[in-house]
């Protein structure tokens, strides 16, 4: 167990976690943290950066404590586990505002979850903003995004506001904050992948856009400088690595997945399930126009080249299934909605569309809620239980219908990663429902493995692309096995449940 390894961290959503991987991309030891999630209104999602900060360096102490000890347990006379760099992923659009001079944080951080900025998104597209958004960016004019979070800030927000006037206001997503935080403000940088969903980065020219700046009344805001993925970000002082570790690999989450599921190639094509899941699709070296409903994106930068990706976004996946839990308590256990709905054949005609903040790819639908269709006095938990399970593959194969829909070669077979890959009956239906391969990877930290594979490949602990591809990757393959026309009848039903929710919007 000892030797060189890469230190990486996955700081999502929920929670962070840190885990050492070690020269053949095993992990040998890992760490969470769980944050808060802050509700103050409908709508609004925050995050304290301060409390993600601590988490940070507290997993990472964690995780490499625990390396040490297993390696001594294993072999009491080998040499300690070495980490060669520190790697970083990272919840995506969620952005921190701080005061340049004083780095202390303006206000929490605006969680992509977050939907505040819809009304400046209407008012941008009602004065024609939206075809330059898109044709600048690749995006869609969509609170989703960055950069209508800080507009908001900077609109309702006295500090935020007096830090731009006054010429100290930065911003930037949470790669840039921790970076910023852990080299005690020497490095203010972010990475191609990052930059590429703000809403504020021309993906052609790759540099910031001072004309989308000064549409969304950003002008004079201090913005990180933009990465290669394998560049020099800095170097960190993590307490347990006994060193300085230079900060190498620094991805978006989604972007980092696709990396570790060595998807370097045009064509490959992979699904993230989290909070919510990002679908994505490499189309090589040149940006290309999306199809509908489905947005352009760096995939990464590697020796300075960018790659890039179609994408399509999904709002609520894993944390549907975490509503059915912690708010209704229709189960106890994720284990235990696979097994309800699994004494079901079907879900009984039931259907959860979950909008709990509008509906994604390749809808763009914000001003609609969550609903629950086809009940009967037969439905009981077990078919609420299956019908959150089933809209997560629904939702999937919108996307990947949208992607077809705009491609020469449809998928041949999609790679999945995230914690609800481990349950077998939702793979096997989403692989129905697509009517394709879905492959499953043993692990499920795919996103931390990215990261460090970008770093470890920096950092020179593997020579190449070729060299990651020898590392061992088992995985699990679901072949489509339902009858079309059984599939067509259920994709009928989830259309039509979508169809009810967006006829019913709120203002």
Same mark, same amino acid.
């Given at each position: %167990?000892?030797?060189?390894?890469? !230190?990486?961290?996955?700081?999502?959503?929920q929670?962070?976690?840190?885990f050492?991987?070690?020269?053949?991309?095993?992990?040998?030891?890992?760490?969470?943290?769980?944050?808060?999630q802050?509700?103050?209104?409908?709508?609004?999602?925050?995050?304290?950066?301060?409390?993600?900060?601590?988490?940070?360096?507290? /997993?990472?102490?964690? =995780?490499?404590?625990?390396?040490?000890?297993?390696?001594?347990?294993?072999?009491?006379?080998?040499?300690?586990?070495?980490?060669?760099?520190?790697? %970083?992923?990272? $919840?995506?659009?969620?952005?921190?505002?701080?005061?340049?001079? /004083?780095?202390?944080?303006?206000?929490?951080?605006?969680?992509?979850?977050?939907?505040?900025? /819809?009304?400046?998104?209407?008012?941008?597209?009602?004065?024609?903003?939206?075809?330059?958004?898109?044709?600048?960016?690749?995006?869609?004019?969509?609170?989703?995004?960055s =950069?209508?979070?800080?507009?908001?800030?900077?609109?309702?927000?006295?500090?935020?506001?007096?830090? !731009?006037?006054?010429?100290?206001?930065?911003?930037?997503?949470?790669?840039?904050?921790?970076?910023?935080?852990?080299?005690?403000?020497?490095?203010?940088?972010?990475?191609?992948?990052?930059?590429?969903?703000?809403?504020?980065?021309?993906?052609?020219?790759?540099?910031?856009?001072?004309?989308? !700046?000064?549409?969304?009344?950003?002008?004079?805001?201090?913005?990180?400088?933009?990465?290669?993925?394998?560049?020099?970000?800095?170097?960190a002082?993590?307490?347990?690595?006994?060193?300085?570790?230079?900060?190498?690999g620094?991805?978006?989450?989604?972007?980092?997945?696709?990396?570790?599921?060595?998807?370097?190639?045009?064509?490959?094509?992979?699904?993230?399930?989290?909070?919510?899941?990002?679908?994505?699709?490499?189309?090589?070296?040149?940006?290309?126009?999306p199809?509908?409903?489905?947005?352009?994106? !760096?995939?990464?930068?590697?020796?300075?080249?960018?790659?890039?990706?179609?994408?399509?976004?999904?709002?609520? /996946?894993?944390?549907?299934?975490?509503?059915?839990?912690?708010?209704?308590?229709?189960?106890?256990?994720?284990?235990?909605?696979?097994?309800?709905?699994?004494?079901?054949?079907?879900?009984?005609?039931?259907?959860?569309?979950?909008?709990?903040?509008?509906?994604?790819?390749?809808?763009?639908? $914000?001003?609609?809620?969550?609903?629950?269709?086809?009940?009967?006095?037969?439905?009981?938990?077990?078919?609420?239980?299956?019908?959150?399970?089933?809209?997560i593959?629904?939702?999937?194969?919108?996307?990947?219908r949208?992607?077809?829909?705009?491609s020469?070669?449809?998928?041949?077979?999609?790679?999945?990663?995230?914690?609800?890959?481990?349950?077998?009956?939702?793979?096997?239906?989403? =692989?129905?429902?697509?009517?394709?391969?879905?492959?499953?990877?043993?692990?499920?930290?795919?996103?931390?493995?990215?990261?460090?594979?970008?770093?470890?490949?920096?950092?020179?602990?593997?020579?190449?692309?070729?060299?990651?591809?020898?590392?061992? =990757?088992?995985?699990?393959?679901?072949?489509?096995?339902?009858?079309?026309?059984?599939?067509?009848?259920?994709a009928?039903?989830?259309?039509?449940?979508?169809?009810?929710?967006?006829?019913?919007?709120?203002?």
């Amino acid at each position: %167990m000892g030797g060189p390894c890469v !230190l990486a961290v996955d700081q999502s959503t929920q929670s962070t976690k840190a885990f050492v991987f070690d020269a053949q991309g095993r992990t040998v030891a890992k760490a969470s943290k769980p944050h808060r999630q802050i509700y103050p209104q409908a709508g609004y999602v925050e995050h304290d950066p301060e409390e993600i900060f601590a988490n940070f360096l507290e /997993t990472c102490t964690l =995780a490499l404590d625990q390396a040490h000890m297993e390696a001594r347990v294993e072999a009491p006379q080998a040499f300690p586990p070495d980490p060669i760099c520190l790697s %970083m992923t990272n $919840q995506r659009e969620t952005v921190v505002a701080w005061d340049i001079e /004083t780095g202390e944080p303006l206000h929490n951080a605006l969680v992509w979850q977050d939907t505040r900025g /819809t009304p400046i998104c209407r008012e941008l597209e009602s004065s024609g903003a939206g075809a330059l958004v898109r044709e600048r960016t690749g995006l869609l004019l969509d609170p989703y995004f960055s =950069a209508s979070k800080l507009a908001w800030l900077v609109r309702n927000s006295p500090r935020v506001a007096h830090a !731009l006037s006054s010429g100290r206001l930065a911003a930037g997503t949470v790669d840039s904050w921790i970076i910023w935080r852990l080299t005690g403000g020497k490095s203010f940088v972010t990475d191609y992948s990052n930059a590429s969903r703000t809403m504020l980065f021309d993906l052609r020219r790759l540099e910031w856009d001072e004309e989308l !700046l000064e549409i969304f009344g950003l002008s004079g805001l201090h913005l990180p400088r933009v990465l290669s993925s394998d560049a020099d970000f800095g170097t960190a002082r993590i307490l347990g690595a006994g060193k300085d570790l230079p900060i190498r690999g620094v991805m978006g989450d989604s972007h980092a997945a696709l990396f570790g599921h060595r998807g370097w190639r045009q064509g490959d094509a992979k699904a993230t399930f989290g909070t919510g899941s990002s679908l994505m699709s490499n189309i090589g070296p040149a940006p290309l126009e999306p199809p509908e409903g489905i947005v352009l994106s !760096l995939a990464w930068g590697l020796k300075g080249a960018p790659s890039y990706v179609f994408e399509g976004n999904i709002h609520s /996946t894993g944390y549907t299934l975490a509503w059915l839990k912690d708010k209704l308590g229709i189960f106890g256990s994720e284990e235990e909605a696979e097994r309800l709905a699994s004494e079901l054949p079907d879900s009984g005609g039931v259907y959860i569309v979950p909008a709990f903040s509008g509906l994604g790819a390749p809808y763009w639908e $914000q001003n609609i809620r969550a609903c629950i269709t086809g009940l009967s006095h037969g439905s009981d938990k077990r078919h609420l239980a299956r019908a959150g399970i089933e809209s997560i593959a629904y939702q999937i194969m919108d996307l990947v219908r949208a992607l077809d829909a705009g491609s020469k070669s449809p998928l041949a077979f999609l790679h999945v990663d995230g914690g609800p890959t481990r349950n077998a009956l939702l793979m096997q239906f989403l =692989a129905d429902m697509l009517g394709i391969p879905v492959i499953a990877p043993s692990r499920d930290e795919l996103s931390a493995m990215g990261s460090a594979l970008m770093g470890g490949l920096a950092s020179g602990l593997w020579a190449g692309l070729p060299a990651l591809e020898a590392l061992p =990757a088992d995985a699990t393959t679901y072949l489509p096995s339902m009858e079309r026309s059984a599939r067509d009848r259920l994709a009928e039903g989830w259309r039509s449940a979508v169809a009810q929710a967006i006829s019913r919007k709120v203002q």
